[in-house]
């Protein structure tokens, strides 16, 4: 059985995926991948996951991103703008930045009644 | 075996003679016994782990115990550089030390059997389990060099014995596996005793505080761990006190057959080379 290692450098880095370990189970598993990828690099957690378990999408299956021309999502609009205008942008996410907290309190609040 | 080459060079030999150091206090002659078990224990185990590899069941289990190998010579490196600031050097310690002279257990000098898997699997168990017990009687040495290097040591141990149960595990629910493992535990069991044999300065070991538990103590608490264990896994310990002991004891320098020729083989490139100074693996102090 294969099973997936990834490895994580420090708190609060994602895992990332670094190569796998055959082993029968989950604890043997473990055991193999601290020493075929952790013992030479920094670690401080490392996942191992059963390879049947990961789900794939690949390029077969999927025209990732789309085929058409997607130039138009390219905000070059605001590169060529004065400083009064980038004002009003910044004001208007504000706005939406204070409208999200307020909802997020909200639901807190809700949520602890 | 001396260490005489063909004669064919006139070149300084390698064995030129070295002055003598003062002869140790009793205290230093318990420290060195101390330090040679260990260290002799540590270096012959990891000796005979490495003959696995390229041969164990998976590239999976080859690297872990490769690499549990490569920390038990890690320990060694620790115990012969203490001895060595008590005044031996490393030939003394290891390449030219007479093989009468050394004190592992014979547990760890024993050529592993033919489909030794279970072997490799049992030998780990006794030995590392027995190994977390040694340190531990240390951690309050009163010794305080090594005071500061057992914590390392200690550190690593639990690999060691999560891999060696795990595997006992695995192989305990596999009734030919369990077969095998049954069969080391008959050929080992005897051997692992003589972890725990005294050797001639045990009395001063004790009194100068080098270890907290007494031999007896460590053995008493070793049984109490295996062989529950081992007996956990459907496996049959022998009692300890009636079984057959062979006449090696390790600890009292008595050796095995396997014991020569394990020890010709690893010093065969030192002798051969001829070196003037053993070649050094970087230590923590290099």
């Known amino acids: 059985m294969i099973w997936e290692v990834f490895r994580q450098e420090k ?43 990961v789900g794939e999408v690949d390029t077969e299956d999927a025209a990732f991103g789309g085929r058409t021309d997607k130039a138009y999502r390219w905000a070059m ?27 997020r309190e909200q639901l807190e609040s809700e949520g602890q009644r | 075996m001396n260490g005489d080459a063909d ?7 390698a064995a030129s003679p070295r002055p003598r150091r003062p002869r140790p206090r009793p205290a230093g002659r318990a420290g060195g016994e101390l330090l040679f078990r260990l260290a002799d224990d540590e270096f012959v185990h990891a000796e005979r782990l490495t003959e696995w590899q390229i041969y164990a069941p998976t590239l999976e289990s080859d690297l872990a115990l490769a690499n549990i190998a490569q920390d038990e ?3 060694a490196r620790l115990w012969y550089d203490l ?22 257990a014979t547990l760890v000098e024993l050529a592993f059997a033919d489909d030794g898997w ?24 009163s010794y305080a060099p090594l005071a500061d290097r057992v914590g390392k040591a200690l550190a690593e141990e639990d690999y ?53 538990a007494s031999l007896a103590d460590m053995r008493a608490e070793w049984l109490d761990t295996v062989v529950p264990t081992l007996e956990g896994y459907g496996l049959v310990v022998p009692e300890p006190d009636d079984v057959e002991r062979p006449a090696a004891r390790g600890r009292d320098r008595t050796h095995t057959d396997d014991w020569g ?18 070649a050094r693996l970087r230590g923590e102090e290099a």
């Open chain 1, 11 to 53: 708190p609060g880095d994602y895992h990332r995926h670094v190569g796998n370990v055959h082993a029968p189970d989950r604890d043997m598993a473990k055991l193999f991948a601290q020493i075929q990828h952790a013992r030479r690099m920094q670690t401080n957690s490392l996942w191992v996951v059963p390879q049947e378990e």
């Open chain 2, 118 to 141: 279970g072997d490799a699997v049992v030998r780990t168990y006794l030995y590392d389990t027995a190994e977390r017990l040694r340190l531990e009687a240390l951690v309050d040495t």
């Open chain 2, 83 to 104: 001895l060595q600031e008590l005044g031996y050097t490393e030939e003394e310690c290891i390449w030219r030390r007479d093989p009468d002279d050394w004190t592992h």
């Open chain 2, 7 to 13: 004669g064919v060079t006139d070149a300084p030999a």
């Open chain 2, 160 to 212: 060691h014995r999560d891999h060696a149960v795990s595997w006992l595990e695995r192989l305990a629910s596999d009734d030919d596996a369990r077969a095998r493992l049954q069969a080391a535990v008959d050929d080992l069991f005897p051997h692992a005793l003589s972890l725990f044999a005294p050797g001639a300065h045990e009395d001063d070991i004790r009194a100068n505080g080098f270890r907290r």
């Open chain 2, 261 to 278: 020729d394990l020890q010709a083989a690893f010093t065969a490139t030192h002798r051969e080379v001829d070196f003037d100074r053993p």
């Open chain 2, 73 to 75: 010579f890690g320990h």
């Open chain 1, 77 to 103: 609009t605001y590169n060529d703008i004065d400083s009064s205008f980038a004002q009003e942008v910044e004001d208007s996410e504000a706005e939406q930045r204070e409208a999200a907290r307020k909802r």
